[in-house]
Every structure is written in structure tokens, then in C-alpha cells.
């Protein structure tokens, strides 16, 4: 008879836990194993993480440490499980999240089923309307500072399964490799790109923030996302009141707010009277500021709304010159620009478009210019002549609007006279 294991791990869990990682794909860990180089012997790597697993010898590898550079000329540390263990961390997810998902507070927003990004953003714009200031939390260092010994707590006082806590301990202390090949050790935090972290993280904060929120300050609203949270006060007086016990509530949880990137944000519009000095603020990839809006009869006036961020603004014009589309891609047709193209564009108009969705059309009649561009370069006629290349990009966008995501909402080229 084969011997027992201490852990009952049903393998059916490894394959769903398969299933989910090979739908999100992902980029290879420190053994440079791709998933499709995992899957020539998937059977035979597949059994030896529930192996591993049931047997408690599952010891995670090193992971992969990448610096994503960030807005402020900064880097964020990202650290990338191998495929192995990424489908071990799911394996885990898969038992956790159900039991946890349905203590987190309604306005947790963050890597949560059936959430987005979207919907805090517009929860904020509503409560933006009704209350007049805003704390803007920048927690410093969110997932490079979570103290383990919480985490671990907050876990045991969840989940009963020993192979569940035992492996949540081990991914907290995994070791990350940097892209010299050097091994450091670390003795907090858990790894941005984990797939059990954004899980972990949400626990934690669920405990140091939003229970807390609720308890303390009941009638005061917010909306989180992961470690980008806004507060919402009805005075100036109030918001810098909570913004302290706020500060003291993180600190006894060994979490410490940016110093400058937190502020009391006075959300101003025709009907708020007074002047302050900070009246916008950035919130999931939109700025939150006074606009030009317009009512049902017609008539203008200003309002606190959010539209594209400069960050994100900039982010896309980078990501369409770095198609290079009129150098590189002129031996192409159209077509294959828009099989290319049409993904990426579709979703910044789906998020950027969302709410004051004139600003996004603003940014993203880059890409036509970007296409007017290729024209000249692919055709001789038009190398000298740029109105000329634009109108005639124009009149292919009215005999085919459906060839690019772009123009299929509606963001033509001008054809000209």
C-alpha cells in the first residue's frame, strides 16, 4: 500500500490551480522555465507539486526580482514566481479566498471576483459629490513592509487546514534573487507579483483598515484599492482628524504613510466657496479635479470629476512610439497594424474611456497620427505630403470603420474637402 500523506490535497485542486495560471500566462521565474517548456512534461510536473505539497517538502524557490519603473522616476520591485510555484500559490488561493471573500468590507476593491478598478473610481466620483474633502493615502512601501507575524494571525484565525498555514509562512520568506544572480534574504514584506500576495495583502488590510474604519469611524466613507485608499470628510477639521488616527493606526501595524504623497484634497466646484491648496488628486490611473461640465438643460458649469491621468496620458503616447508602427511595420498592411493594435487600444477605451471619455478620445487620436505617419512612410505619394496622408486615412476609416478598435468608437481621421 503507498504510504499516506500527511496532507489531504486533492489533485484535482493542482489542475484547476493549472488551468488558472495558464489562462493568466505570465513570465518565467528564476529556472527560466516558460509555461509552454512546462507543459512538454505537464502530467509529471503537475504530480510533483501535489507530491510536494501533500508530503509538507514544498519549499518555494527564490523569486525572480524585477524593477518596474514608476512615475516618479522611482522603481516598484516586483518578484516573479516560477510557473511550479505560481500553480502551488493557486493551489492554496483556491482554498482561501472563499473563505475570506466574504468578510472583506463592500468597499475593498482590489484583486476581489466581480470587482475593478472601475467601480471604485466611480464610488469615488459619487462620494466626491457629497463630501467635500479627501484624504489621499499613499501607504510607503505597502507590500515590502507587511509584518509577517500579522499576516500569520490573520491567517490562523481563518483558515484550520496546517498545509494551508504552513505554506503561507514559507511564501512570506521566500528568498528573492536579483538579476545578478545574488540571493537576498528578507524578513518582511511578501513579493508584489506573488499570486497569493494580493490575498495576504487584502487580509492584512482588512484588519489595519477597514475594520478599523469601520469600528472608528462609521459614517465616514472610503473606497480601497489593495493599498490606494481615498477617505471622505465633511470638513477640513475632520479630514485632518482622521488622517492622524489614521496615521497611528497604521503605525501600530508597522506600516508608515508617504509623507508627501498622502494630503487633504478640498474637492472644488462652483458650488464650494474658498480656496485651498491642493484640489486634485490621482486615483487608479485618473485625476480627480474641477472640469468643465454640462447639465440637462444644456447649460455649463464646473464639477469635481475624474478623466485620464497626465500619467496615464503619457504611458500611452510612450506605448504607441514604441510601436514605431511607420519604421518598422511598413512592409505591413492596415490589417495587420489593427490585429496588432486593436487589444491594447480597446482597453485603454474601455478603462480611460469610462468616465469623461472626450479627454481619452483627446489622447488616443495619437494612434491616428501615429497611422497618418505609416502612410507616408509606406507610400511614396504621400511622403511629403501630411494633410494629404490624413485624409486619405480618413476616407478608409468611412469605407471600413470597423478595421480599428479606434474607429469603431467613433475616432475618425478628418477626410478634409
Known amino acids: 500500500m503507498p504510504e499516506a500523506k500527511p496532507y489531504n490535497i486533492p489533485k484535482q485542486l493542482v489542475w484547476e490551480a493549472y488551468q488558472r495560471v495558464k489562462a493568466n500566462r505570465g513570465a518565467a521565474g528564476v529556472d527560466g522555465e516558460s509555461l509552454t517548456t512546462f507543459e512538454r512534461d505537464l502530467q509529471d510536473n503537475l504530480y510533483k507539486i501535489w507530491n510536494r505539497l501533500s508530503s509538507g517538502s514544498y519549499f518555494p524557490p527564490p523569486v525572480r526580482l524585477v524593477e518596474i519603473p ?3 522616476g522611482g522603481t516598484r520591485s516586483l518578484g516573479i ?5 505560481r500553480i502551488a500559490q493557486t493551489v492554496v488561493k483556491i482554498v482561501m479566498e472563499p473563505r475570506l471573500e466574504p468578510l472583506f468590507h463592500p468597499d475593498s476593491y482590489g484583486y476581489r471576483p466581480g470587482r475593478g478598478a472601475l467601480d471604485a473610481v466611480g464610488v469615488a466620483r459619487q462620494r466626491c459629490w457629497k463630501a467635500n474633502w479627501v484624504i489621499d493615502l499613499d501607504i510607503k512601501g505597502f507590500f515590502d513592509n507587511l509584518d509577517w507575524n500579522l499576516v500569520e494571525r490573520a ?4 483558515i484550520d487546514e496546517p498545509w494551508v498555514r504552513l505554506y503561507v509562512a514559507r511564501w512570506l520568506r521566500a528568498p528573492m534573487q536579483r538579476p545578478d544572480g545574488t540571493t537576498e534574504q528578507r524578513t518582511k514584506g511578501t513579493p508584489q507579483g506573488g ?9 492584512f488590510l482588512h484588519y489595519a483598515f477597514d475594520e478599523w474604519m469601520r469600528r472608528t469611524y462609521p459614517s465616514v466613507r472610503f473606497e480601497r484599492y489593495a493599498d490606494d485608499a481615498l ?7 475632520q479630514a485632518r482628524s482622521v488622517l492622524e488616527a489614521i496615521r497611528d493606526r497604521l503605525a501600530q501595524c508597522h506600516l508608515e504613510l508617504h509623507p508627501t504623497k498622502t494630503r487633504i484634497v478640498y474637492c472644488k466646484d462652483d458650488d464650494r466657496r474658498g480656496e485651498y491648496e491642493q484640489i486634485k488628486f490621482d486615483f487608479l490611473g485618473y485625476t480627480f479635479q474641477p472640469r468643465r461640465a454640462k447639465n440637462h438643460r444644456g447649460k455649463f458649469f464646473v464639477s469635481f470629476l475624474p478623466a485620464i491621468s497626465s500619467k496615464a496620458t503619457k504611458k500611452i503616447r510612450e506605448t504607441i512610439r514604441e510601436w514605431r508602427m511607420a ?3 511598413n512592409n505591413q498592411r492596415l490589417e495587420d497594424l489593427a490585429r496588432f493594435s486593436n487589444p491594447t487600444v ?7 474611456g469610462r468616465f469623461y471619455r472626450s479627454k481619452c478620445v483627446q489622447v488616443l487620436r495619437h494612434f491616428n497620427e501615429a497611422l497618418a505617419a505609416w502612410v507616408r512612410r509606406k507610400f511614396t505619394r504621400f511622403r511629403r505630403r501630411e494633410r494629404a496622408s490624413t485624409y486619405w486615412l480618413g476616407r478608409v476609416a468611412r469605407r471600413e470603420p470597423n478595421l ?6 467613433g475616432v475618425l481621421p478628418e477626410v478634409g474637402s
Request: aromatic content about 12%; charged content about 15%.
Open 70 to 72: 514608476k512615475g516618479d
Open 81 to 85: 514566481p516560477t510557473v511550479a510555484d
Open 155 to 158: 491567517v490562523a484565525h481563518h
Open 195 to 203: 499570486v497569493i500576495s494580493p490575498l495576504l495583502a487584502n487580509l
Open 231 to 237: 477617505v471622505h470628510c465633511s470638513s477640513e477639521k
Open 327 to 329: 519604421s518598422t511595420r
Open 346 to 352: 480597446r482597453g485603454w477605451m474601455n478603462y480611460y
Open 404 to 409: 480599428f478598435a479606434l474607429w469603431q468608437l
